[in-house]
């Protein structure tokens, strides 16, 4: 993983936290008890701060960026931030999910335990209600999630926070590019 100080602020980490080798966290970022960050995921905060609540977890390749100079990046607990998702100087509630490949700007507030939909936009400012979801580009509110919905939302996080458990057991953090090597680690 890379771990990086700047402009004088560093990240600051809970306790069980897994960050994967290949994810990057840099400047004045806090992540609470057992946040999961996941390969290729980047946490750039440099202009203004990053949170992400306890049991939260960001996916890979995830992007979590601010702005100047006042859209800080705050995630609330027990949020799910899908694959290649964009974070962009925005708030999340708790128990959302932010869905693979969408983008979240500047202002924006997503509700608790609201679905933002894989590949949505929601435009900088936008205020989603809780328990609804949002799709399209740009993202609008389709509907009032269903009771079935909502615990698969809340599956998912026990999925992550087991998962991440299973790795910060596994204490081998080992990057093997060579083919040849796999068969070593059987």
Known sequence: MRVRPFSGKSPRFGARVYVAATAAVVGEVELADDVSVWYGAVLRAD?????????SNVQDNAVLHVDSPDAPTIVGEDVTIGHAAILHGCRVERGALIGMHSTVLNGAV????????????VPPGMQVPARTMVAGVPAKVRRELTAEELGHVR???RVYLELKGRYLAADDERDVA?????EKLR
């Open 47 to 55: 202009l203004q701060e990053i949170r992400v609540g306890a049991r």
């Open 110 to 121: 997503i509700g608790e335990e609201a679905v933002v939909a894989a590949g949505a936009l």
């Open 155 to 157: 599956r998912g996080v």
């Open 178 to 182: 060579d083919p040849a090597e796999w």
